[in-house]
């Protein structure tokens, strides 16, 4: 596996695997093969409804606990700071874990103007060791440059909505500049029509790849931690295949030129999830 460094000293790997609505004895028999099969970022969120079948499958497995990241989001609904705390802490028991290699506010919900609070709570979750690093997910810049003016701590990762339509290119650049990186959900566009796209099906025909590969490598290679969900082993093999060849700087900018304001889901200045 490879990895990228953080801006606080820890490291985290290039792909992870995503465990939305992977829910129960099905949800722990899918995050338990996709560590068999060699992934080792776990994404989950207390909104998922899934801490616990993270945690069977990560005790069920073979692999030692320190060489898996584990992630979850505090969700809007408990942003005040000692909600934020005992949120932190009953994660940590739906997951029986001691610490989250990353922590996230899920959504920065800026109308109820509570995310500072969070933030603040998770330094101290961090202080306290129970998080490594701290984060944040669909924050515009304007957000994370708020929470650095009253903290002076920078997010390690920022988890937004990141594909070949919608690359995200104000909030990478922001990202690369302060040395946040960048998480991609639905990485695949959710198996949408980028699949068809001409310049995609050439480079999967080119490097005898499938078209989600080209998309996973791509997402990589612009400094992006792509966190796409696959429940079948075939898929989730595929999709970690992807660190054997490069594109060249000319075809990663073909799939940044997809890219059309319309295919963005959710803008985070109105978006609220609790």
């Known amino acids: 596996m490879e990895y ?11 792909i992870g695997f995503g465990t939305y609505k992977l829910n129960g004895s099905r949800g722990v028999f899918a995050i338990q093969a996709a560590l068999k099969n060699g992934y080792r970022l776990l994404d989950s969120a207390v909104n998922y409804e899934n801490e616990g079948a993270v945690g069977r499958a990560i005790k069920n497995s073979h692999v030692s606990r320190d060489k898996i990241f584990v992630t979850s989001k505090l969700p809007g609904r408990h942003h005040k700071y000692q909600e934020a705390l005992e949120q932190i802490q009953e994660s940590l028991y739906s997951a029986n874990l001691d610490y989250y290699d990353l922590y996230l506010i899920h959504w920065p919900n800026p109308k109820e ?88 099906i050439e480079l999967a025909q080119k490097y005898h790849k499938s078209p989600a590969q080209i998309i996973l490598r791509w997402e990589t290679q612009i400094n992006v931690v792509p966190i796409p969900k696959a429940s079948s082993y075939e898929h989730q093999l595929s999709n970690l295949d992807i660190f054997d060849f490069k594109l060249a700087p000319e075809e990663v900018q073909s799939l940044i030129n997809l890219d059309k304001e319309s295919a963005r889901r959710f803008d985070p200045n109105e978006h609220e999830e609790f």
């Open 4 to 14: 990228f460094n953080l801006n606080d000293g820890n490291r985290i790997p290039k």
């Open 113 to 200: 103007n509570h995310y500072l609070e969070a933030w603040q709570a998770m330094i101290d979750a961090q202080r306290f060791g129970l998080i490594r690093s701290v984060g944040v997910s669909n924050f515009e810049p304007e957000h994370i440059e708020y929470l650095y003016r009253e903290t002076g701590v920078m997010p390690a990762v920022n988890q937004v909505e990141l594909h070949p339509y919608w690359s995200s290119k104000k909030v990478r650049e922001y990202d690369n500049q302060h040395h946040i990186i960048t998480e991609a959900w639905s990485p695949l566009q959710r198996g949408g029509e980028a699949f068809q796209e001409k310049e995609i």
